[in-house]
């Protein structure tokens, strides 16, 4: 196979650590999102742009990621890494702009047209069975997106220190719940973005 050289030098304990540690911190600080009161910052632009630019970077790593598993057909492994390491980038990004959006804009409820944070009887009724679509998207969205984060990064170690048969075992699992949740993404945005206040 024509691999290409590895980027990283093989410590698989300090990985293990180091991947354990990221992703927990990560994991906390989203999960106390819901917690934290709403920054009052005006910042001169409407803050749900970055919730706009969360869809737009999830539907670009969707595509990186369809990509990416063309490359490693075709075994273009050079390629394959390189579209990998951009979607790991932009998935930074996106992580930045998503805690930036929830501290500055707060939680919006589906359904809430009046925007007064609850969502009454009627307003139930009249979006009738999307709201139970919408929440077993969102949910399932969230649970994978909560667990995916230190598979990416194993997976990504494995293949960057080339360690490539276990690399090609985890990514048979890390692939498609990653591109399930980004995927789900940008449709999470498109049914939740109208009751944005």
């Not at 540690?21 to 934290?36: D, E, K, M, N, Y």
């Not at 007064?116 to 919408?134: I, W």
């Amino acid at each position: 196979m024509n691999y290409p050289k590895p980027l990283l030098t093989r410590n698989d304990r300090k990985a293990k650590w180091l991947i354990i540690a990221f992703s927990v911190v990560i994991f906390g600080v989203v999960s106390a999102l819901g917690r934290l009161p709403r920054l009052q910052v005006d910042l001169g632009f409407d803050i749900h742009l970055f919730a706009a630019a969360n869809a737009v970077i999830n539907s670009i790593v969707t595509v990186l990621l369809v990509l990416a598993f063309y490359f490693v057909k075709v075994k273009n492994f050079s390629a394959h890494r390189n579209v990998l390491l951009a979607a790991m980038m932009l998935s930074v990004l996106f992580l930045i702009s998503y805690i930036a959006h929830h501290l500055l804009a707060g939680e919006a409820r589906f359904g809430d047209v009046n925007h007064d944070g609850l969502v009454s009887v009627a307003e139930k009724s009249a979006v009738g069975m999307k709201r139970l679509v919408y929440f077993v998207i969102l949910s399932t969205h969230i649970l994978l997106a909560s667990i995916i984060l230190p598979f990416i990064l194993f997976t990504a170690y494995r293949g960057l220190s080339g360690d490539y048969q276990r690399h090609k075992k985890l990514a048979r699992y890390t692939w498609p719940v990653w591109l399930y949740v980004s995927a789900t993404g940008p449709i999470v945005y498109l049914m939740i973005s109208p009751y944005y206040s």
